[in-house]
């Protein structure tokens, strides 16, 4: 007898497998950065990028993978609370974009003009938030500045994997609308 996944299982097992794919990448870049590039000024994350597909598969949910990198960056970076704060707020500001998927429609977002202008949202808010967390815990103004020339690689990886995953059957895509889709399509 088959077992058939319930809509809360499916969505746990995805987010699971998303999160874990989120931390082995930030490890990976977070380690070969202190390895190879010690003391360079600017960062890679893959933080923007996965966080938009989770924000695109399941909403809010997204949230979680947000702090997440937070997390896991700082861990790895060796981080003092105060960074853990900026970083996982900050990244929760992400949470914003979320409003665009909902104001558009998750679908017009994904096939439309807005594809790439979502992921670039996500990452500039993620900056922002990480900005206006250092400076309220009493950062200069200069230094908050630092968060949006640091990360601007990112911005590229982000736009990349998203171009990528749009072309994936089901990556960047609501999984109600997709998991429905299917179903129609075998019937």
Known sequence: MRRELTWKQ??????TLLGIALAIFEFIIVRAANW????????????AAITSIVYMRWGSWGGIHAVEAGVIFCYFSGATGQQFLIYCLGNLVSLLAVLLLKAFGKERV??????????????VLMQAGRAAAA????????????????????LLFTFVIIWIARKLDGVYEDQKHYLLRIHAEKE
């Open 110 to 123: 994904r096939t439309g003009h807005l594809s790439l202008i979502f992921p670039l949202l996500v990452q």
């Open 135 to 154: 400076l309220a815990l009493g950062a200069e103004p200069a230094n908050a500045v630092g968060f949006f020339t640091t990360d601007s690689l990112s």
């Open 36 to 47: 190879w590039f010690p003391g360079q000024p600017f960062t890679v994350s893959l933080a």
């Open 10 to 15: 499916y969505r746990a097992i995805d987010l």
